[in-house]
């Protein structure tokens, strides 16, 4: 019968000791807040950002978040409206050359920037999907054009 007041006696003082390392750390941390405070110049308990709290629309998330600005055919309404009009009736080869002929060089843009806005937005228009030829990999047979 001895053991058990032990054990309570063994509990009891390490309950203790914990008490006392619990102290002793907050008045450590109360130390520590009391010396680097003064040279902080907002509150500990402030938010790091107030502007991050408020909330965002899908939209406006996206512009702020994606890399880069947007590309040449959707900053520029006409060569968008140009491409847009052409996107179901000519292959992406055949828009680039035509907004070559009809655009100056700053605004021309090349065949793969065609494929990419199609496949952005492009391919959501109304009507059909666009015109994909690949008759450009296949040689004529016995020189024929």
């Given at each position: 019968?001895?053991?058990?007041?032990?054990?309570?006696?063994?509990?009891?003082?390490?309950?203790?000791?914990?008490?006392?390392?619990?102290?002793?750390?907050?008045?450590?941390?109360?130390?520590?807040?009391?010396?680097?405070?003064?040279?902080?110049?907002?509150?500990f308990?402030?938010?790091?950002?107030?502007?991050?709290?408020?909330?965002?629309?899908?939209?406006?998330?996206?512009?702020?978040?994606?890399?880069?600005?947007?590309?040449?055919?959707?900053?520029?309404?006409?060569?968008?409206?140009?491409?847009?009009?052409?996107?179901?009736?000519?292959?992406?080869?055949?828009?680039?050359?035509?907004?070559?002929?009809?655009?100056?060089?700053e605004?021309?843009?090349?065949?793969?920037?065609?494929?990419?806005?199609?496949?952005?937005?492009?391919?959501?228009?109304?009507g059909?999907?666009?015109?994909?030829?690949?008759?450009?990999?296949?040689?004529?047979?016995?020189?024929?054009?």
């Amino acid at each position: 019968m001895s053991k058990r007041p032990s054990n309570r006696l063994q509990i009891e003082f390490h309950a203790r000791r914990v008490v006392e390392a619990a102290r002793a750390t907050e008045e450590a941390a109360a130390a520590l807040i009391a010396e680097v405070e003064p040279g902080v110049k907002a509150p500990f308990n402030a938010p790091l950002n107030p502007h991050s709290t408020a909330p965002m629309d899908l939209k406006t998330f996206r512009r702020r978040h994606t890399l880069g600005g947007l590309s040449k055919i959707e900053g520029d309404p006409e060569l968008r409206a140009f491409v847009a009009a052409r996107i179901h009736m000519m292959t992406f080869a055949e828009i680039a050359a035509q907004v070559a002929e009809t655009f100056p060089p700053e605004r021309r843009v090349a065949l793969s920037s065609v494929h990419r806005w199609w496949q952005k937005y492009g391919r959501h228009l109304e009507g059909q999907s666009a015109k994909i030829s690949f008759n450009h990999l296949i040689p004529p047979l016995g020189g024929q054009t």
